[in-house]
């Protein structure tokens, strides 16, 4: 599998799939874990980079790392260290080209779960 890699101004980088390397079954198998979806509505909520540090995940520090290296390497965020911070971004643009609605059906669901859940 081919991988780009993100630059970073540190000297470290991040292996992240190339697009045509991204697949289906990866991509849902790392949807499919409610704190790794509760990281893509975030990122998708922001819209932008967040600094891993903001996620407020009830998990350690380390279960949190494996969360964002399972979204790196299935290819549904990109990440790149920014001075001493690791910065996450979706792949919104990939993905759509990818798999047409996938994300935005998924967030979607993820919402209205949410909204149930709670009574709303």
Do not use: N, W
Not at 112 to 120: A, D, I
């Amino acid at each position: 599998m081919a991988t780009q890699q993100a630059p970073a101004p540190s000297g470290r980088v991040l292996d992240h799939p190339d697009t045509d390397d991204i697949r289906l079954e990866h991509v849902l198998h790392a949807l499919s874990d409610p704190m790794r979806l509760r990281i893509v509505c975030r990122l998708a909520i922001d819209g932008g980079e967040l600094a891993c540090s903001v996620f407020d995940l009830p998990v350690s520090k380390s279960t949190c790392t494996h969360h964002f290296r399972v979204l790196r390497e299935s290819g549904v965020i990109q990440q790149i260290y920014r001075g001493t911070a690791k910065m996450s971004l979706l792949r919104t643009e990939e993905l759509e080209r990818l798999f047409p609605g996938l994300l935005e059906s998924v967030l979607t669901a993820a919402h209205q779960q949410e909204q149930r859940l709670s009574g709303q």
